[in-house]
């Protein structure tokens, strides 16, 4: 059974930083595809960065400078620093991967950022 967990989320003040965390069990990590999603109150759910098995990112342009996607395969887990942070960045942050076909969502970590 695939899981995804993310921790780290919070409230911080314009400018701030975060890091956030995903641990993935029930996939083999290491050969997984990784990425962070976010949805804002009243929006659609969005492509944040992602992180493929061989360590290429791409970052939205929105995050890009900001944010910065890597992984620990020894931990299972994958990371999103964001910094610099805006409070249009507020939003649950939702962790991502897919194996056979079937998509996998964790069940996110809300950031605040307050002006």
């Known amino acids: 059974q695939v899981q995804l967990v993310e921790s780290g989320g919070g409230l911080v003040q314009a400018g701030g930083s975060l890091r956030l965390s995903c641990t993935a069990s029930g996939i083999i990590f290491s050969n997984s595809n990784m990425a962070w999603h976010r949805q804002a109150p009243g929006k659609q759910r969005e492509l944040v960065a992602r992180?493929?098995?061989?360590?290429?990112?791409t970052t939205a342009d929105s995050v890009k400078g900001r944010f910065t996607i890597s992984r620990d395969n020894a931990k299972n887990t994958v990371y999103l620093q964001l910094n610099s942070l805006k409070p249009e960045d507020t939003a649950t942050y939702y962790c991502?991967?897919?194996?056979?076909?079937?998509?996998?969502w964790g069940k996110g970590t809300l950031v605040t950022v307050s002006s």
């Open positions: 992180i493929f098995r061989n360590g290429f990112t």
């Open positions: 991502y991967t897919s194996r056979a076909g079937m998509d996998y």
